[in-house]
């Protein structure tokens, strides 16, 4: 359950904190107004109670010595009417009870005419508002202590405080809604600048060492800074490691050369077939380690390049012609032919890395020769797709079936039946680098009548 909770995205725990602060300022809102609408009643019902008890007092005469009280009944209809209220009253004199409801309960505090005393009563299984005021009348010197209550039922308290609370009700809920969606843009705009920082790293692949954009929010800043100070230093390990392999392979080269020169002298002299057979053994394992050390290299040349690529303009045909051409010398001692066919325009240009791209060519073009049946054709075809260009390179193979689409593009992975011939398994690896690098794809499968068929495939 705590798991849960922290996995929340920021979003959402923007948008709960958000809604959780909206939802308590909507209940204060509600609770509050509520309040002062109900205080504002009360003040009012409280005004209405005060003029009535004033227009008692004004009833009151002395009339041949005695007391006498002249009640506005058309006052209490007034007030009665209001709500539909029920209206009460008792007067006492020096605590003795003169008129009105005997039973209505004695309020323990009385006021003065000015401002009488308010309080909340039960009397009759109802709650009823009473205004009580205490004056004195002197009747032939004598003081009389004369107690007013007046008592008003709440029935219009009780229907404007529902009216309102329904009203109240909605309203706070409106507000709850609007702002809820205030929320969810606050969220939405708070965390923008976090996803625009997350989909740039996203999008850029596994392959991409570009710096991070610095252009962030201030909060974000350490992170960016961090991820940049990271990835050059995995840049600069990466091609320390890069120069490394490219200059072991290649101070493996010259000493290679040199002895497999000295053993080709060597056989021309030996006589005997042992010493002959060795030395063939040697000069075959120079020629596999030769071709390892020059594949490696090309390997550290591709990454590097497919890190930060060269793009120029060049004609696609032109390029894959001179290829061909190139290795027309190598076809003739195989006794293979080379058939080139494309129906492409000299003039029509591409816009990329041209090493990778020929990288690519050189390596397809190199096992389809390598691995053809000899006294066959090697067919290499460049055409336009409606999006793309198409090479396809095909030769005739019957040394057993090929790898599967994995494993041929494996680092070292070579077919059983082909290891007589020499190679170092990098062949494919390299082309699939180079060929990602420039956004292209490739397939190798067999087809009818074992011929193999690379398509390699470049988006226009
Ligand atoms: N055109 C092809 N015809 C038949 N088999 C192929 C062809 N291309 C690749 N293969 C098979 O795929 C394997 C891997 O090829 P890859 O080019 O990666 O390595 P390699 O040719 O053995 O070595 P390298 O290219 O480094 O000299 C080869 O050993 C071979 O068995
Ligand atoms: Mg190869």
Same mark, same amino acid.
């Given at each position: 359950?705590?798991?849960?909770?922290?996995?929340?995205?920021?979003?959402?725990?923007?948008?709960?904190?958000?809604?959780?602060?909206?939802?308590?300022?909507?209940?204060?809102?509600?609770?509050?107004?509520?309040?002062?609408?109900?205080?504002?009643?009360?003040?009012?019902?409280?005004?209405?109670?005060?003029?009535?008890?004033?227009?008692?007092?004004?009833?009151?005469?002395?009339?041949?010595?005695?007391?006498?009280?002249?009640?506005?009944?058309?006052?209490?209809?007034?007030?009665?009417?209001?709500?539909?209220?029920?209206?009460?009253?008792?007067?006492?004199?020096? +605590?003795?009870?003169?008129?009105?409801?005997?039973?209505?309960?004695?309020?323990?505090?009385?006021?003065?005419?000015?401002?009488?005393?308010?309080?909340?009563?039960?009397?009759?299984?109802?709650?009823?508002?009473?205004?009580?005021?205490?004056?004195?009348?002197?009747?032939?010197?004598?003081?009389?202590?004369?107690?007013?209550?007046?008592?008003?039922?709440?029935?219009?308290?009780?229907?404007?405080? !529902?009216?309102?609370?329904?009203?109240?009700?909605?309203?706070?809920?409106?507000?709850?809604?609007?702002?809820?969606?205030?929320?969810?843009?606050?969220?939405?705009?708070?965390?923008?600048?976090?996803?625009?920082?997350?989909?740039?790293?996203?999008?850029?692949?596994?392959?991409?060492?570009?710096?991070?954009?610095?252009?962030?929010?201030?909060?974000?800043?350490?992170?960016?800074?961090?991820?940049? *100070?990271?990835?050059?230093?995995?840049?600069? !390990?990466?091609?320390?490691? *890069?120069?490394?392999?490219?200059?072991?392979?290649?101070?493996?080269?010259?000493?290679?050369?040199?002895?497999?020169?000295?053993?080709?002298?060597?056989?021309?002299?030996?006589?005997?077939?042992?010493?002959?057979?060795?030395?063939?053994?040697?000069?075959?394992?120079?020629?596999?380690?030769?071709?390892?050390?020059?594949?490696?290299? +090309?390997?550290?040349?591709?990454?590097?390049?497919?890190?930060?690529?060269?793009?120029?303009?060049?004609?696609?045909?032109?390029?894959?012609?001179?290829?061909?051409?190139?290795?027309?010398?190598?076809?003739?001692?195989?006794?293979?032919?080379?058939?080139?066919?494309?129906?492409?325009?000299?003039?029509?240009?591409?816009?990329?890395?041209?090493?990778?791209?020929?990288?690519?060519?050189?390596?397809?073009?190199?096992?389809?020769?390598?691995?053809?049946?000899?006294?066959?054709?090697?067919?290499?075809?460049?055409?336009?797709?409606?999006?793309?260009?198409?090479?396809?390179?095909?030769?005739?193979?019957?040394?057993?079936?090929?790898?599967?689409?994995?494993?041929?593009?494996?680092?070292?992975?070579?077919?059983?039946?082909?290891?007589?011939?020499?190679?170092?398994?990098?062949?494919?690896?390299?082309?699939?680098?180079?060929?990602?690098?420039?956004?292209?794809?490739?397939?190798?499968?067999?087809?009818?009548?074992?011929?193999?068929?690379?398509?390699?495939?470049?988006?226009?």
């Amino acid at each position: 359950m705590n798991k849960k909770i922290l996995n929340l995205s920021i979003r959402n725990r923007l948008l709960i904190q958000l809604s959780s602060v909206a939802f308590a300022i909507s209940v204060c809102l509600y609770l509050i107004t509520r309040l002062v609408v109900s205080q504002a009643v009360t003040a009012t019902q409280d005004s209405l109670l005060t003029a009535s008890l004033q227009s008692v007092i004004d009833k009151i005469y002395v009339v041949e010595n005695n007391i006498s009280i002249d009640l506005p009944y058309d006052t209490f209809t007034l007030l009665g009417a209001i709500g539909e209220d029920r209206i009460f009253y008792r007067i006492d004199k020096n +605590d003795i009870f003169l008129t009105g409801y005997q039973d209505l309960p004695m309020t323990v505090k009385f006021g003065d005419i000015q401002e009488p005393q308010f309080s909340n009563i039960i009397y009759k299984d109802e709650t009823f508002r009473i205004a009580a005021t205490e004056i004195v009348v002197f009747v032939m010197e004598k003081s009389y202590e004369l107690k007013i209550m007046i008592a008003q039922s709440q029935n219009f308290q009780k229907s404007v405080a !529902t009216k309102i609370s329904s009203n109240l009700l909605i309203i706070t809920l409106l507000f709850f809604m609007i702002a809820i969606l205030f929320a969810f843009l606050t969220a939405n705009l708070a965390i923008k600048p976090i996803d625009i920082f997350a989909d740039d790293v996203k999008l850029r692949g596994p392959k991409n060492l570009r710096k991070v954009s610095l252009d962030v929010p201030s909060e974000l800043q350490p992170l960016a800074n961090s991820l940049n *100070e990271f990835i050059s230093r995995f840049r600069s !390990t990466l091609r320390q490691t *890069e120069t490394f392999i490219a200059e072991a392979a290649h101070h493996i080269r010259t000493p290679l050369s040199v002895v497999k020169t000295e053993s080709e002298l060597a056989l021309r002299k030996s006589k005997t077939p042992e010493n002959r057979k060795r030395l063939r053994t040697i000069i075959k394992s120079v020629d596999q380690t030769n071709r390892s050390a020059t594949q490696l290299l +090309d390997h550290a040349m591709v990454l590097y390049r497919a890190e930060r690529p060269e793009t120029m303009r060049f004609s696609i045909q032109q390029s894959v012609n001179e290829i061909v051409n190139q290795f027309k010398p190598a076809a003739d001692l195989k006794d293979l032919d080379i058939d080139f066919s494309s129906d492409l325009d000299m003039k029509e240009t591409v816009n990329l890395d041209r090493t990778l791209f020929e990288t690519s060519v050189r390596n397809l073009l190199d096992n389809a020769l390598k691995y053809a049946v000899s006294e066959t054709t090697v067919k290499v075809k460049l055409t336009k797709k409606s999006v793309s260009y198409e090479l396809t390179i095909q030769n005739k193979f019957s040394s057993g079936p090929l790898l599967d689409q994995r494993q041929l593009f494996k680092k070292f992975k070579r077919g059983e039946k082909t290891r007589e011939i020499i190679g170092s398994g990098l062949g494919l690896s390299i082309v699939q680098e180079a060929i990602n690098a420039i956004g292209g794809s490739v397939k190798i499968k067999k087809n009818k009548g074992d011929i193999i068929c690379a398509t390699f495939i470049l988006p226009c």
